[in-house]
């Protein structure tokens, strides 16, 4: 099964300025939602790491390993330069920091056997991965978008995308025999899909309303519009997302790399 390379990229990007308050087109709604998802990943991206790093010593495929490495370095640097975002962010109003307080108290009520903790990493990296794709395969999904938060968010999709595999290989290796581990699979994934969307939804209404931008049905209308028509990521998905309760699924079953090459060569990364 073809794979792409993981590389981390040790980028930084440039995300302050009064000029960037709603940087997604002038859209206060499709910029908070953005804004919310990013306020989990310092935190998200750290669990993952340490999910995946706790089951190295059971690894003995090289590539693997070096596949494991790569992936700590790339979520590393994510979890840096989306906390640099959301330093950023704190500029246009919000408590960001109680919001991404409510993530870890969240993680703190979790199941912390580490088999289910990989089975998590692995289910928020199937969204990710699927974010990631519908980004890149919608040149104009960020139309009209601040060059700097286009490129952050481009830069971390084509990343997700080359590492989409590690972690799910990693389970593979280590996974419970027979249906134990394919219901572990499946109830990780309820969990990341209740988080994942409650998480960012509460997180951007909680903006929307400290940035005074909160228009009661009119942001809503405007988020439904957001997820679910233009640019509809969550309509579009929605079949990629379900690939993941096949019994034998695999990330690269979606073989994206022709989209992930164009982006990297837009990006000269
Ligand atoms: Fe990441
Ligand atoms: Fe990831």
Redesign the pocket.
């Known amino acids: 099964m073809g794979k792409l390379d993981i590389k981390a990229r040790n980028l930084k990007f440039s995300l302050s300025g009064e000029d960037k308050r709603n940087w997604f087109a002038g859209n206060p709604v499709a910029t908070a939602i953005m804004d919310g998802s990013s306020i989990l990943?310092p935190v998200g991206?750290t669990y993952?790491i340490n999910a995946v790093v706790h089951f190295r010593d059971r690894i003995e495929d090289p590539q693997l390993l070096a596949e494991v490495t790569a992936f700590q370095q790339?979520?590393g640097i994510?979890?840096r330069e989306?906390r640099r975002y959301n330093n950023a962010i704190k500029a246009f109003g919000g408590d960001v920091d109680a919001l991404e307080q409510r993530l870890r108290d969240e993680i703190a009520t979790w199941d912390d056997n580490p088999l289910f903790k990989l089975a998590v990493t692995c289910a928020f990296e199937h969204f990710?991965a699927i974010l990631a794709d519908d980004l890149l395969s919608h040149p104009d999904f960020m139309a009209g978008a601040d060059p700097e938060f286009s490129r952050i968010w481009h830069w971390?999709a084509i990343?997700?995308a080359e590492?989409k595999s590690v972690a799910f290989d990693v389970w593979n290796k280590v996974k419970p025999e027979g249906f134990k581990g394919y219901r572990m699979r499946v109830r990780a994934m309820a969990l990341a899909t209740r988080v994942f969307l409650g998480q960012t939804n509460y997180n951007a209404g909680a903006l929307l309303k400290a940035r005074g931008e909160a228009r009661g049905w009119r942001s809503l209308a405007s988020a439904l519009h957001f997820m679910f028509v233009k640019p509809g990521t969550l309509r579009r998905t929605l079949g990629h997302y379900l690939a993941y309760f096949k019994p034998g699924f695999h990330p690269w079953q979606h073989d994206n790399r022709a989209t992930v090459e164009k982006y990297k060569a837009v990006y000269e990364v």
């Open positions: 990943f991206e993952f790339q979520e994510h979890s989306h990710t971390h990343e997700e590492h």
